[in-house]
């Protein structure tokens, strides 16, 4: 793995969907290479303060309904109508 790959795959290891056959690549050259590293660090720092600082608001009730209303699977569901 080279950096640009490093690069392309940087979420999917912060979200842990990397698959065992990238990971490995990816974190031996993470610990070879440190560029990657300090991208790997200020990224995983970034994330950390973004899901500090987020309010999560729930949807008003009345739009979730109408939501899944409009949802192919849900119309026929019972109690959606």
């Not at 991208?39 to 970034?46: I, N």
């Not at 608001?57 to 109508?81: D, K, N, Q, V, Y």
Request: include cysteine; charged fraction near 30%.
């Amino acid at each position: 793995m080279d950096c640009k790959e490093v690069s392309l795959v940087l979420f999917l290891f912060f979200d842990n969907e990397m698959e065992e056959e990238t990971l490995t690549p990816f974190k031996d050259h993470v610990g070879r290479c440190g560029d990657c590293a300090k991208q790997v660090d200020y990224t995983r720092k970034l994330l950390l303060i973004v899901r500090e600082r987020t309010v999560r608001c729930p949807a008003p009730e009345s739009l979730r309904h109408r939501i899944l209303t409009h949802l192919p699977h849900r119309r026929s569901a019972p109690g959606l109508h």
